[in-house]
T-cell receptor, first 110, second 118 residues
Framework: GDSVTQMEGPVTLSEEAFLTINCTYT??????LFWYVQYPGEGLQLLLK?????DKGSNKGFEATYRKETTSFHLEKGSVQVSDSAVYFC?????????FGQGTELSVKP | GAVVSQHPSWVICKSGTSVKIECRSL??????MFWYRQFPKQSLMLMAT?????????EQGVEKDKFLINHASLTLSTLTVTSAHPEDSSFYIC??????????????FGPGTRLTVL
């Protein structure tokens, strides 16, 4: 079945460091891809999305490109802030259902 | 906009009792709601898909008689954990999909309910 694999956390960075969180997927069709963020004590929020190959999703300085050839959707940010500390989930949608990766905890230190 | 609430936010119950969790879409109508379970440091696992006015569709391995789902209106779905046991302790999260969803069917998530069964 379809699946999503993320790099394991926790990831600890200093403020203004560059962030990459790897995400690869396995799917039989052509899924939409998402990154969700979960701040402490809150529900998941959609961070960005891409619906077809070569699409780039971006929001709040984060971006990810839908790479069909490598079945990847890596999340990047050029300069992280303490407020970016959260758990990040990569997900795919096919047939109306979301399938999540295991989540990557990011901790940004001042 | 697109706010989803859950109640209660946390609950502690004795083994053998039943617990009801509510999921409400506050500012939109949701024809479809989803229930997930999240274990510590792990991903969200879809338990069931709930469509307003019809029976829920459960994922493989999820006991439908144990996890009763009711979606009686376009703004409310409930999950009842019947005869709860300690292994049912988990974080339960719902999401709601607007009736007029976009082409990629965005889901809006509730803040979750922490269930602890003693």
């Amino acid at each position: 079945g379809d699946s999503v694999t993320q790099m394991e956390g926790p990831v600890t960075l200093s403020e203004e460091a560059f962030l990459t969180i790897n995400c690869t997927y396995t799917a039989t069709g052509y899924p939409s891809l998402f990154w969700y963020v979960q701040y402490p004590g809150e529900g998941l929020q959609l961070l960005l999305k891409a619906t077809k190959a070569d699409d780039k999703g971006s929001n709040k300085g984060f971006e990810a490109t839908y790479r069909k050839e490598t079945t990847s959707f890596h999340l990047e940010k050029g300069s992280v802030q303490v407020s970016d500390s959260a758990v990040y989930f990569c997900a795919l949608s096919e047939g109306g259902k979301l399938i999540f990766g295991q989540g990557t905890e990011l901790s940004v230190k001042p | 906009g697109a706010v989803v609430s859950q109640h209660p936010s946390w609950v502690i119950c004795k083994s053998g009792t039943s617990v009801k969790i509510e999921c409400r879409s506050l500012d939109f109508q949701a024809t479809t709601m989803f229930w997930y379970r999240q274990f510590p440091k792990q991903s969200l696992m879809l338990m069931a898909t709930s469509n307003e006015g019809s029976k829920a569709t459960y994922e493989q391995g999820v006991e439908k008689d144990k996890f009763l789902i009711n979606h009686a209106s376009l703004t409310l779905s409930t999950l009842t954990v019947t005869s709860a046991h300690p292994e049912d302790s988990s974080f339960y999260i719902c999401s709601a999909q607007p009736a007029a969803g976009g082409p990629w069917n965005e889901q809006f998530f509730g803040p979750g309910t922490r269930l602890t069964v003693l």
